[in-house]
């Protein structure tokens, strides 16, 4: 029977030598170099740090110098009260070099904007590591998305063949009077409609594989399946509110969340700021020379000294800016408020679609086993008469089903699995190993 050559197929299949593909993680290397999206996350941290050394400057010693030289030419006439005037026609020269140097003591702006820029700098980090993570949930779900496409592909091309075969059957027992033509009609219809399903399948493995190529920049990537039975671990630990916990010290979007809100703080001492006193040391030195003109001399000018600069009215502008941080960063803690709401959650339901993932896993696999069963009671029933060709072609569209439904389980099952470290804020590169642990080859 069909079935039989079927299930025989399948257990030719789990029984064979199996290897590890590392195809996933060859994928994920090439995202690492060609996903655009995390290039430029990158580009984005990296100008995001040098906020923290640009702050600094303002805090280090400041050293200007300036060099003037003037030429001129001067004629005419001069004189002076009681004495007769003389034609003067005269050139001279004055050279002037400044060398000053400033340094900060207080500005408390600028001591707040340096904390500011390490919290710039912690964002721009941890901004980063999240679209890393995102990479390992993109690449995951882009290739689970193409294995799947081929499933349903695979699945379609067999299911239209089994069909075939059955319109054959029923075209032949037709043609020798043992059915009625509804058979044979009904068949046509079911075929009609897998081929119109295998060319929707092609279109959606073409899709997906695009999808894929858009990450990697790189195509086509070889398709190397999920083995047959995979573990089916639950969440460790087996506490919904332990991975809560995790998650609010380590979830990425909160941290990012947090880190807005500290710097949105730290702008109100800025804005504070405007209040208060600055004060700095100067060390000056010039150098004067003056040749030809009415002077002529050299002199060296040494200064030393302290400046405080105190604003007095500044037209309630600085009040206003007080007001808009402090507004500012009450917006960042209702942000922060939503997202920590949302974390928890997201982990929750991420913590309980892994429990159910995996029960549905093995709920569907028994699908499938009793799926088959019953495709085979109604082939045989239709050999001894008990059943129709109507019976065998729903009996075989729920097997196939039941297939791609069981493929797709076990690929939610896993995305689920990351779903949750990447709610926790654990989720790395170890646990796409694990997955590609499971991909396999024919030894």
């Given at each position: 029977?069909?079935?039989?050559?079927?299930?025989?197929?399948?257990?030719l299949?789990?029984?064979m030598?199996?290897?590890?593909?590392?195809?996933?993680?060859?994928?994920?290397?090439?995202?690492?170099?060609?996903?655009?999206?995390?290039?430029?996350?990158?580009?984005?941290?990296d100008?995001?740090?040098e906020?923290?050394?640009?702050?600094?400057?303002a805090?280090?010693?400041?050293?200007?110098a300036?060099?003037g030289?003037?030429?001129s030419?001067?004629?005419?006439?001069?004189?002076?009260?009681?004495?007769?005037?003389?034609?003067?026609?005269?050139?001279?020269?004055?050279?002037?070099?400044?060398?000053?140097?400033?340094?900060t003591?207080?500005?408390w702006?600028?001591?707040?904007?340096?904390?500011?820029a390490?919290?710039?700098?912690?964002?721009?980090?941890?901004d980063?590591r999240?679209?890393?993570?995102?990479?390992?949930?993109?690449?995951?779900?882009?290739?689970?998305g193409?294995l799947?496409?081929?499933?349903?592909?695979?699945?379609?091309?067999?299911?239209?063949?089994?069909v075939?075969r059955q319109?054959?059957?029923?075209?032949?027992r037709?043609d020798?009077?043992?059915?009625?033509?509804?058979?044979?009609?009904?068949?046509?219809?079911?075929?009609?409609?897998?081929?119109?399903?295998?060319?929707?399948?092609?279109?959606?493995?073409?899709?997906?594989?695009?999808a894929?190529?858009?990450?990697?920049?790189?195509?086509?990537?070889?398709?190397v399946?999920?083995?047959?039975?995979?573990p089916?671990?639950?969440?460790?630990?087996?506490?919904?509110?332990?991975?809560?916990d995790?998650?609010?010290?380590?979830?990425?979007?909160?941290?990012?969340?947090?880190?807005?809100?500290?710097?949105a703080?730290?702008?109100?001492?800025?804005?504070?700021?405007?209040?208060?006193?600055?004060?700095?040391?100067?060390?000056?030195?010039?150098?004067l020379?003056?040749d030809?003109?009415?002077?002529?001399?050299?002199?060296?000018?040494?200064?030393?000294?302290?400046?405080?600069?105190?604003p007095?009215?500044?037209?309630?502008?600085?009040r206003?800016?007080?007001?808009?941080a402090?507004s500012?960063?009450?917006?960042f803690?209702?942000?922060?408020?939503?997202?920590?709401?949302?974390?928890?959650?997201?982990?929750?339901?991420?913590?309980?679609?892994?429990?159910?993932?995996?029960?549905?896993?093995?709920?569907?696999?028994?699908?499938v086993?009793?799926?088959?069963?019953?495709?085979?009671?109604?082939?045989?029933?239709?050999?001894?008469?008990?059943?129709?060709a109507?019976?065998?072609?729903?009996?075989?569209?729920?097997?196939?089903?039941?297939?791609?439904?069981?493929?797709?389980?076990?690929y939610?099952?896993?995305?689920?699995?990351?779903?949750?470290?990447a709610?926790?804020?654990?989720?790395?590169?170890?646990?796409?190993?694990?997955?590609?642990?499971?991909?396999?080859?024919?030894?």
């Open positions: 029977m069909i079935t039989r050559r079927l299930l025989a197929a399948c257990l299949v789990t029984a030598p199996v290897a590890s593909a590392n195809e996933l993680l060859r994928v994920y290397e090439l995202a690492l170099q060609q996903d655009m999206r995390l290039q430029a996350a990158r580009h984005a941290r100008a995001a740090i906020a923290r050394p640009q702050a600094r400057a805090l280090l010693p400041q050293i200007n300036s060099y030289y003037e030429d030419s001067e004629t005419g006439t001069e004189g002076f009260a009681g004495q007769p005037e003389a034609r003067v026609d005269r050139d001279s020269t004055a050279r002037a070099l400044t060398v000053r140097l400033d340094q003591l207080f500005d702006a600028a001591f707040k904007r340096y904390d500011q390490g919290d710039e700098a912690a964002l721009a980090q941890a980063f999240r679209a890393e993570q995102d990479l390992v949930l993109r690449i995951t779900q882009a290739y689970f193409a799947s496409a081929a499933d349903n592909l695979r699945f379609s091309q067999s299911e239209k063949a089994a075939e319109l054959e059957q029923a075209q032949r037709f020798v009077g043992l059915s009625a033509i509804t058979d044979v009609q009904e068949a046509q219809a079911r075929f009609d409609l897998t081929v119109a399903q295998e060319i929707t399948a092609e279109q959606q493995l073409a899709a997906a594989r695009e894929l190529r858009e990450i990697t920049g790189a195509g086509p990537n070889r398709e399946p999920l083995q047959e039975e995979i089916l671990r639950l969440p460790e630990p087996a506490d919904s509110e332990r991975w809560l995790t998650a609010r010290d380590h979830n990425l979007d909160l941290v990012i969340a947090n880190l807005q809100a500290e710097i703080r730290t702008g109100i001492d800025i804005a504070r700021a405007g209040h208060l006193p600055r004060v700095g040391a100067l060390a000056q030195y010039q150098d020379q003056t030809g003109g009415r002077f002529t001399g050299e002199s060296e000018i040494e200064t030393v000294g302290v400046e405080v600069s105190l007095i009215f500044a037209g309630l502008a600085t206003s800016r007080v007001s808009q402090r500012t960063h009450e917006q803690e209702s942000l922060f408020q939503l997202t920590r709401r949302g974390v928890e959650r997201s982990t929750r339901d991420a913590y309980l679609a892994v429990n159910a993932g995996a029960a549905r896993v093995r709920a569907l696999r028994q699908a086993l009793s799926s088959t069963t019953a495709l085979e009671a109604s082939e045989t029933g239709l050999e001894v008469g008990t059943r129709t109507v019976d065998v072609l729903n009996a075989q569209r729920d097997l196939y089903s039941a297939q791609r439904d069981y493929a797709r389980a076990r939610d099952y896993l995305l689920s699995i990351l779903l949750l470290k709610a926790a804020g654990t989720l790395d590169v170890t646990d796409l190993e694990q997955i590609d642990a499971l991909l396999v080859v024919g030894g």
